[in-house]
């Protein structure tokens, strides 16, 4: 491994990948054995600096580990291939690329564009903190691109940000038809693809320009470390998020990259598991006396079904139902369960039951993007899915 300035390598990995399948490049992108010792598992280069031949001397291309680490190298390397990428970069969270994201292509007066039922965090950040250095915001349903349309300002919106499905509605966008409102209007469109994964979905095959990914979530896959990542294609672009993530300095360390890398060579079985669960919760769901409806891309009446069908390889593990009797009849049902887990974040093994209004999104609360008081979210995750179905059923009473 060398340098990991990301116009330096990724004309020969993307070569050398193009051929293989989605579960290989999972396990091999980035990832050939240690030449020193062979290991098949690229080590934790713990280290922060690199001693150097000479002055300017670079063995290898590195000299401090803000601007560069072989193990963060390795994930960068992985997260291109697997979205069919060729520029990929690693942060030390979600809201860490996001950020670095924006302030790398807007400025002070610039406009975006955000879902009307945008992740909390993503509001927050671009209403609070981009907010208050002078970008301003709109809100618009992900699922009208006509909306979206209406919602961008000629010659002053930069950035048209969706999330695929949404969180925590779970409404679904037809991403290359929103690539074509945001490149009408010379705008970027960025998809957050971290409800799919890159296993169900891959928007730069879409028209899609950035894609962004909470690592926290599945391709981490074990509820063991924070980070965020940023894929593209195009090299100006790359250049121009490569000097800001070593400028701005919000890295994924190398044992965090590590994680995500050792959660990444499961991706793939993870989220058959996770998708064939949520269907057999679903399908338990639509027929209890006590849910009021559904949230789900894979029920055929879903508003996003179709596109969700021709744009994913499956329909994903997060499920969202409302209940019967409204605030609280769903904070009891959050409370009841015993195998899914009352907490935040999602994407991990374990299966994790959240109540959003009062905890992920309550940073909406009170604005146009509020989120319904009867809604649950669920993260199924990878247990007997027996096991899950009881639970939810005594839960529900």
């Known amino acids: 491994m060398t340098n990991d300035n990301p116009a330096d390598h990724a004309a020969d990995h993307a070569a050398h990948h193009a051929a293989l399948g989605f579960e290989s490049l999972a396990i091999h992108a980035g990832q050939d054995p240690d030449p020193l010792t062979g290991a098949v598992v690229p080590p934790i280069y713990q280290v922060s600096t690199y001693a150097q031949d000479g002055v300017g001397g670079l063995r290898s291309g590195y000299e401090y580990s803000r601007s560069g680490n072989p193990t963060r190298t390795a994930l960068q390397q992985c ?111 960025v998809v957050d693809n971290t409800f799919a994964s890159p296993y169900l979905q891959q928007p730069l095959t879409l028209g899609a320009d950035v894609v962004m990914h909470s690592t926290t979530k599945y391709l981490g896959g074990h509820s063991d470390v924070i980070g965020g990542a940023l894929v593209v294609r195009d090299d100006a672009l790359a250049e121009r998020l490569a000097f800001h993530q070593n400028a701005m300095g919000a890295v994924a360390g190398p044992f965090d990259s590590w994680l995500v ?29 006590r849910v009021d409806t559904v949230l789900y891309p894979g029920l055929p009446d879903h508003p996003g079904h179709a596109v969700a069908a021709r744009e994913m390889r499956d329909f994903g593990g997060m499920v969202s139902f409302r209940v019967k009797g409204g605030e609280e009849a769903a904070l009891a049902v959050c409370g009841r ?30 604005s146009a993007l509020e989120v319904p008081a009867d809604l649950i979210r669920l993260s199924v995750g990878i247990e007997s899915v027996d096991d899950l179905v009881a639970d939810l059923v005594r839960a529900l009473g």
């Not at 349309?149 to 695929?164: D, L, N, Q, S, Y």
């Not at 050792?262 to 769901?285: F, P, S, W």
């Not at 959003?356 to 609360?365: D, E, F, K, L, Y």
């Open 79 to 189: 997260l291109a291939a697997i979205e069919a990428g060729t520029h990929g970069f690693a942060f030390a969270s979600g809201l860490a690329a996001e950020d670095t994201f924006f302030r790398t292509v807007c400025k002070p007066g610039d406009h975006v564009v955000i879902p009307d039922d945008a992740y909390g965090g993503t509001y927050r950040l671009v209403t609070k903190v981009l907010g208050a250095w002078g970008v301003d915001c709109a809100s618009a349903p992900v699922t009208d691109p006509e909306a979206v349309a209406a919602a961008i300002i000629p010659g002053r919106t930069k950035v048209v940000w969706i999330e695929t499905p949404t969180n925590p509605l779970l409404n679904v966008a037809d991403i290359a038809a929103l690539a074509d409102v945001a490149h009408a209007a010379g705008a970027l469109l």
């Open 261 to 289: 890398l050792r959660g990444i060579r499961t991706l793939g079985v993870r989220m058959d598991r996770h998708c064939a669960n949520a269907k057999v919760i679903v399908d338990m769901l639509v027929n209890h006396p």
């Open 337 to 366: 369960t015993k195998l899914f887990t009352l907490g935040e974040s999602l994407g991990g093994v374990e299966s994790l039951i959240e109540h959003p209004g009062r905890m992920t999104h309550a940073s909406v609360a009170g």
